[in-house]
T-cell receptor, first 114, second 109 residues
Framework: ETGVTQSPTHLIKTRGQQVTLRCSSQ?????VSWYQQALGQGPQFIFQ???????GRGNFPPRFSGLQFPNYSSELNVNALELDDSALYLC?????????????FGPGTRLTVL | AQRVTQPEKLLSVFKGAPVELKCNYS??????LFWYVQYSRQRLQLLLR??SRESIKGFTADLNKGETSFHLKKPFAQEEDSAMYYC???????????FGAGTRLFVKA
């Protein structure tokens, strides 16, 4: 079992609100990636952080933002929530972010937007 | 456009039968290809990657650049192989992983 944890497990918000999801990576992992997984779909890449800086982004609007901290924790922030933001949000941590780097996934946070 | 296609949403086979989960990709460079697996009530985990050229739990996958495919195969399916399988592609820079929609494998006794 990996050391990647996420909180909270479940979350219910209303449209227009803001949400912060948290991830704790394994010690020594310099990269963290965030994914959105809608029902029946594969994970969709949101962005990756490496040593506290964003170094890659998928097709998500700016209202999706993130932070990575020196203590191997990170956050995903979503502003102005929309109904379509309802999904499972996964974080994955890894080493140096190379193409062969192994990603270790957390259990996810289930977000429901009403 | 970068894309990973898994044409089958559900694949059902009998125990002991061969299984092949299909994956096709579209990418202009030289990607790294992966198979991830998610067993019931467990988190997503790496099964194998093309660069390792290894067999994990009896599964193998060969990268066919001509056909842009990375099919996952196992000669004799076991009930414990029942799970959700995702094919994934990682770009050369290593910062973006693209997943397919997944195939649910059900191995019947």
């Amino acid at each position: 079992e990996t050391g990647v944890t996420q909180s909270p497990t479940h979350l219910i918000k209303t449209r227009g609100q803001q949400v912060t999801l948290r991830c704790s990576s394994q010690s020594g992992h310099n990269t963290v990636s965030w994914y959105q997984q809608a029902l029946g779909q594969g994970p969709q890449f949101i962005f990756q952080y490496y040593r506290e800086e964003e170094n890659g982004r998928g097709n998500f609007p700016p209202r999706f933002s993130g932070l990575q901290f020196p203590n191997y924790s990170s956050e995903l922030n979503v502003n102005a929530l929309e109904l379509d933001d309802s999904a499972l949000y996964l974080c994955a941590s890894g080493g140096e972010g190379t193409s062969t780097d192994t990603q270790y996934f957390g259990p996810g946070t289930r977000l429901t937007v009403l | 456009a970068q894309r990973v296609t898994q044409p089958e949403k559900l694949l059902s086979v009998f125990k002991g039968a061969p299984v092949e989960l299909k994956c096709n990709y579209s990418y202009s460079g030289s990607p790294e290809l992966f198979w991830y697996v998610q067993y019931s009530r467990q988190r997503l985990q790496l099964l194998l990657r093309h660069i390792s050229r290894e067999s994990i739990k009896g599964f193998t996958a060969d990268l066919n650049k001509g056909e842009t495919s990375f099919h996952l195969k196992k000669p004799f399916a076991q009930e414990e192989d029942s799970a959700m399988y995702y094919c994934a592609l990682r770009n050369t820079g290593g910062f973006k992983t693209i997943f397919g929609a997944g195939t649910r494998l059900f191995v019947k006794a």
